[in-house]
Nanobody, 118 residues
């Protein structure tokens, strides 16, 4: 199996920037698409940005132009660059991987908290 561990969360002022990292370990050969999701207090988890094996990306409308997802498959790393952060970006951010070996599963990290102050 594979494990995902996020890092880089913290407290930042509105308008600031932050970079989240997600490190994959274990049998990473089964990882296909990856992505970042977030869950704000009292709200459902939502997709922020996803990236395919080939590097194609797709973003939620609320973060387009401000967030960038990238991956370094040679290092089994996924990144989320967040610029011009807003208080409404406050949430726990989760790393996700589409994992395919004998069966197809979704793998989640434990999450990292991002708090944006106004």
């Amino acid at each position: 199996q594979v494990q995902l561990v996020e890092s880089g969360g913290g407290l930042v002022q509105a308008g600031g920037s932050l970079r989240l990292s997600c490190s994959a370990s274990g049998d990473t050969s089964g990882i296909r698409g990856m992505g970042w999701y977030r869950q704000a207090p009292g709200k459902e988890r939502e997709s922020v940005g996803v990236i395919t094996v080939g590097g194609s990306t797709n973003y939620a409308d609320s973060v387009k132009g401000r967030f960038t997802v990238s991956r370094d498959s040679s290092k089994d790393m996924l990144y989320l660059y967040m610029d011009n952060l807003k208080p409404e970006d406050t949430a726990v951010y989760y790393c996700n991987a589409d994992y395919r070996k004998q069966i197809r599963t979704e793998v989640w990290g434990q999450g990292t908290l991002v708090t944006v102050s106004s």
